[in-house]
T-cell receptor, first 118, second 116 residues
Framework: DTGVSQNPRHKITKRGQNVTFRCDPI?????LYWYRQTLGQGPEFLTY????????KSRLLSDRFSAERPKGSFSTLEIQRTEQGDSAMYLC????????????????FGPGTRLTVL | DQQVKQNSPSLSVQEGRISILNCDYT??????FLWYKKYPAEGPTFLIS?????DKNEDGRFTVFLNKSAKHLSLHIVPSQPGDSAVYFC???????????????FGKGTLLTVNP
């Protein structure tokens, strides 16, 4: 169990550029999540995948954001035409995918990608 | 509206004493609660969790208490150590209308400082 990994750890870009982040979940974890954290706030849910299917997107995820999880393994999060308001820590998490009332499905987080938009 | 609230932005305790971090929630559909610890420039690390069918869960120096009627949970760390200094996040999720629980809702965090 090597944990969730994310690349790059830091990204500095100019406003208007496109950026792409990668997340590699814990192997055998079916679910993968993206969260965003800004200064002084807790992580906020963006989207999640059950295997390769993207099952929900938060209203925080504007049309400039797109996430994929081809083959149900790693995931990418792309932000097009970045804005200064996109500056944040982007966190990826994964879980086994246990479902149902009374079951627990702990999410394990990666180290995050810190995005700075100049 | 904030469904998970951590009303104390910071807490300072002496090494060896007990640290008590508090969390309140408003959504009665939440049935699973977690505490995460976060160091600067790192992702949150899972600490301990509790299901709504229990009122206490213990793991070493960490104990989480859940009071469902008050919609309140707390994390006790005893004895506190300087290495425990970090931001602690309370998180919750619950079964959504589709019958699956997945989305975590986080509080804003409490910065714990344990002084030697």
């Amino acid at each position: 169990d090597t944990g969730v990994s994310q690349n790059p750890r830091h990204k500095i870009t100019k406003r208007g550029q496109n950026v792409t982040f990668r997340c590699d979940p814990i192997s055998e974890h079916n679910r993968l999540y993206w969260y965003r954290q800004t200064l002084g706030q807790g992580p906020e849910f963006l989207t999640y995948f059950q295997n390769e299917a993207q099952l929900e997107k938060s209203r925080l995820l504007s049309d400039r954001f797109s996430a994929e999880r081809p083959k149900g393994s790693f995931s990418t999060l792309e932000i097009q035409r970045t804005e200064q308001g996109d500056s944040a820590m982007y966190l990826c998490a994964s879980s086994r995918g246990l479902a149902g009332v009374g079951t627990t499905d702990t999410q394990y987080f990666g180290p995050g990608t810190r995005l700075t938009v100049l | 509206d904030q469904q998970v609230k951590q009303n104390s932005p910071s807490l300072s305790v002496q090494e060896g004493r007990i640290s008590i971090l508090n969390c309140d929630y408003t959504n009665s559909m939440f049935d699973y609660f977690l505490w995460y610890k976060k160091y600067p420039a790192e992702g949150p690390t899972f600490l301990i969790s509790i299901s709504s069918i229990k009122d206490k869960n213990e793991d070493g120096r960490f104990t989480v208490f859940l009071n469902k009627s008050a919609k309140h949970l707390s994390l006790h760390i005893v004895p506190s150590q300087p290495g425990d200094s970090a931001v602690y996040f309370c998180a919750a999720n619950g079964v959504n209308s589709g019958g699956s629980n997945y989305k975590l809702t986080f509080g804003k965090g409490t910065l714990l400082t344990v002084n030697p």
